[in-house]
């Protein structure tokens, strides 16, 4: 599975940005999704995942509200909804696909991993 995320740019606070993942190698319909993110000098830490029909989120600490994943199998491609951005959500922005189709799991193990998008508010 080939996992191409886009949609980051520069954005100012309190904007809003979409990223997209397709996935190409297979179809995902049956995965569960996540995203991630890293920034500089600090560990990746989860964002989001969902489960492989949407029915399913789980959210970061924090970003509930803000962030919204969701999910169009016929495209073969995961979103994340990003509001009210701010500074210190800038960072690397990454999917990745689960090993079953349990959201739950995604936080904790991942199998494939997109080359990742950059995002960044600036104040």
């Known amino acids: 599975v080939q996992l191409v995320e886009s949609g980051g740019g520069l954005v100012q606070t309190g904007g809003s940005l979409r990223l997209s993942c397709v996935a190409s190698?297979?179809?995902?319909?049956?995965?569960?999704m996540g995203w991630f993110r890293q920034a500089p000098g600090k560990e990746r830490e989860f964002v989001a995942a969902?489960?492989?029909?949407?029915?399913?989120?789980y959210y970061g600490d924090g970003l509930k509200g803000r962030f919204r994943i969701f999910r169009d199998n016929d495209r073969n491609t995961v979103f994340l909804q990003m509001n009210d951005l701010q500074p210190n959500d800038t960072a690397v922005y990454y999917c990745?696909?689960?090993?079953?189709?349990?959201?739950?799991?995604?936080?904790?193990?991942?199998?494939?991993w997109g080359q990742g998008t950059q995002v960044t508010v600036s104040s």
């Open positions: 990745a696909t689960g090993r079953s189709s349990y959201a739950a799991q995604v936080r904790e193990t991942q199998v494939y």
């Open positions: 190698g297979r179809s995902i319909s049956n995965t569960a």
């Open positions: 969902i489960n492989w029909s949407g029915g399913t989120t």
